[in-house]
């Protein structure tokens, strides 16, 4: 497995590569990032991933410096998972004129919900940084985790909107046997932490259960308080959006339209999303 530090490296290894596929990371990598990496293995002659920690995603400046950094173990676990080659860029390098940026991404109303409205910036820094990394690597395929899910839509619409010729490829969620969703963030949780952390999972598994059994009003506020509440966990939304456009639903579910319920909640100060889809997936 190769490493680059430079763009002019990666770009100048990657000459002759036409089948490339591509899982950008912020490192701490854990199952779920294996996965991505295995998946692309399958499909692609060369795999492609990059650890950077981007700035300009981080609204809270704390949580940046905050972030676990563990590169040699990353570099191995990638190395494990049959990965060819990793960008590992500094700040530096991949903002060279600094930052800020005057560029606007216009995320049609994505950012304006769920994690956009908590973490006022935080879309535009995704956007902008998996833009410049996919115009170093120039990958046929980016692979992304299901977890994220908001973040999916809102590359796909820059992907869109900026008319890059790269395909997604959306990867279901990696969970713990508590079904939990793995998360480089489950590592700030002690022991006691991890054993409530079960509980987003068990009341998006609720809803989806009985979605059909009472009003969805009822359920959400149910779910909330049983699994969460109860539980000591600081929940700052759990709701049910359309799939598509990520429009929250507060009344009627149509059988006929696709849903997904959306937490985002607190245990010990450490933040934790996850999502399911309404519906059976194949
Ligand atoms: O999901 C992540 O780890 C990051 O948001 C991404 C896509 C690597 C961009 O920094």
Redesign the pocket.
Known sequence: MQVFETRLALQTALNTSENIGFV????ALHQG?VSLIAEARKNHKTVVA?I???PT?FNNPEDFKKYPIDTEKDLEKLRDAGCDMVFLPSVAEIYPQGTDSNKHYDLQGLEAVMEGKMRPGHFQ??AR??HL?LDAVKPKKLY??EK?FQ?ICV?KTMVETEKIGTELVVCKTIREISGLAMS?RNRRLDEFSLSLAKNLYAALQYVKQEQKNAHLAELLHHAQTFFLKNNGIDTEYLQVCLENDLTKIVDKLDGHKKYRIFVAASIAGVRLIDNIALYDEK
Do not use: R
Not at 24 to 27: A, D, I, K
């Open positions: 950008p990371t912020m490192g990032h990059s950077f920690v981007n995603q820094g995704v940084v998996v990394l992304l985790g994220d973040q590359i480089s």
